[in-house]
């Protein structure tokens, strides 16, 4: 049938209508190939832009980062919308509205921070079509230049501090002489609020030898550098040989030692106020004393537990064992057999002695126990650990360094499910070592990891105790009485079931303390 004049023109303009209708709704997107590079502080753009270019005024463009939750910036119905931005970003995000009907969508991010840098995806939608790429955003930051300090030591020696602030990354730091030669120093990073690093380096230096030393921090971001010197002389060095210097010593030194008399008194009295105030929070936390035993069919294959169930050390021979969802197979750790209810409070001791390396606390159980394990609150484990025959720290959510004055024999647990706290305490010395604040009441069991065997060198067992309840009680009447004489008890090398274990008779079955003065 032949179509008249009107009608073949009408077809004309609806196929018309329909091209741009699909021409206008097929696009791409593109963000960028490599890296987009910002300064911490400063205005960054990062790129977006339809292919062909579109107007993109009636389109849904969504920036959102992948390190940080919720949207970077919103566009939808023709302006910007801010109820699902995260509060992280508000304030200091743009597009460009005259360059929308480009198909520019490029977002302007202000102030640039440290915890910006990651990973972003550009949407942009419409009723027949939407696209999204990536851009990655890193940033750094080159600090201050350093600056030398000088700090004069006993031994006739100097030591160099070379401080600087503002860096990000973490920079490395290189101390030299004029000809290049490497110093050895001790440098000590510290991370501030906006998650920059302010540097100090130290430099020990015995003798003048008339050397220019360099301080160098190095940008691997930015590939730059920043140094300062510092021409050592002999008004740097302390003289002894001047007579008024050497008097003037004497009264340092005898002024020094009447300080330190009078320090370690008031040091004394403040240490036994401490210890009785501590020895009367165990006498009261021995009230809840439990007799904890351990559960082997969680046990690593490498931990040897004893028949009683109270000894556990860690062997170069790996047992055979069914390898079940509760048994640990990376990480030298076994479980307490009895579950601790929340809303309740239990005590427990355990028997370190002069081992190297231990961790022990408490987890709720229902963690994975396959593979090494991150040990903090996020992944319900609070506990302390011993390592390196030196260090001790706190499983916080960042980790925290423990600084103690003696080193635990015995470590007291005190969990008080109601109030939420997990104590850790010195029995030998009356002293408190760390407290835990958990964020909720849960069921848990105590852990208990003794380390590796270090080919001998950490080969004593981790040992759990019965609380003798008289024992704090005795402490607080009687002042701070000398420890009772140990005792050692020795079970023999049969059946891969041997300890060593250095036990006091404050552990034993009777409730008799020896007390000696």
């Known amino acids: 049938m032949e179509l008249s004049g009107r009608s073949r023109l009408c077809a004309f303009a609806f196929f018309c209508h329909v091209g741009i209708l699909v021409s206008t709704e097929s696009f791409t997107l593109k963000g960028s190939d490599s890296p987009v590079i910002a300064v911490v502080g400063t205005d960054v753009i990062l790129p977006c832009q339809l292919s062909p270019s579109t107007s993109a005024t009636q389109m849904e463009v969504r920036w959102h980062s992948s390190e940080i939750p919720g949207l970077a910036h919103h566009y939808v119905n023709g302006d910007d919308a801010s109820q699902k931005q995260n509060p992280h970003y508000q304030g200091r995000t743009m597009m460009f509205k005259e360059e929308l009907p480009k198909g520019n969508v490029s977002l302007l991010l202000k102030k640039v921070q440290v915890a910006d840098g990651g990973r972003y995806v550009c949407f942009v939608g419409s009723k027949l079509n939407y696209m999204e790429d990536f851009v990655d955003l890193k940033v750094g930051a080159v600090g201050t230049g350093p600056t030398i300090s000088v700090h004069h030591s006993q031994d006739q020696a100097v030591t160099l501090t070379c401080s600087s602030e503002g860096w990000y990354p973490e920079p490395p730091v290189l101390w030299t002489d004029r000809h290049g030669q490497r110093k050895n120093s001790t440098t000590s990073p510290i991370k501030d609020a906006q998650g920059l690093y302010n540097i100090q380096s130290h430099l020990y230096v015995k003798e003048n030898k008339n050397q220019v030393l360099v301080c160098q921090i190095h940008s691997n971001f930015w590939e730059q550098t920043r140094e300062s010197e510092l021409q050592l002389s002999d008004d740097l060095f302390p003289n002894d040989h001047h007579p008024y210097r050497v008097t003037i010593a004497i009264l340092c030194l005898l002024l020094g030692i009447l300080i330190v008399v009078i320090g370690f008194v008031f040091k004394a009295e403040r240490e036994s106020k401490g210890k009785l105030h501590i020895a009367k929070e165990l006498s009261k936390a021995r009230n809840v004393a439990v007799q904890i035993k351990l559960d082997p069919s969680t046990a690593h294959p490498n ?54 390396d231990w961790d022990i606390g408490v987890t709720d159980g229902k963690t994975n126990r396959k593979g090494w394990q991150d040990l903090n609150p996020e992944n319900r484990y609070w506990g302390i650990r011993f390592f390196n025959n030196t260090d001790y720290i706190a499983f916080e959510d960042v980790a925290v360094k423990l600084r103690l004055s003696n080193r635990p024999k015995v470590v007291g647990i005190h969990l008080d499910g109601k109030a939420r706290k997990l104590g850790f305490y010195d029995v030998s010395e009356m002293s408190h070592i760390y407290t835990f604040s958990m964020k909720s009441s849960l069921d848990v069991y105590p852990y208990f990891s003794p380390g590796l065997n270090k080919n001998g060198k950490n080969k004593d067992p981790l040992t759990l105790l019965s609380p003798s309840p008289g024992f704090c009680d005795l402490m607080f009447s009687a002042s701070i009485p000398s420890p009772p004489t140990s005792s050692l008890e020795h079970l023999e090398d049969t059946n891969e079931k041997d300890v060593a274990v250095e036990l006091s008779p404050l552990y034993s079955n009777g409730t008799t303390v020896e007390r000696h003065s």
Do not use: M
């Open 303 to 356: 931990l040897h537990i004893t028949s009683d169930f109270l000894n556990v050390k860690h062997t170069d021979k790996k047992q055979e064992v069914a390898d079940t969802p509760e048994r640990f197979d990376e990480w030298a750790c076994v479980l307490g057999s009895e579950i601790l209810k929340a809303e309740k409070e239990y005590y427990w001791e355990v028997y370190v002695g002069s081992k190297t």
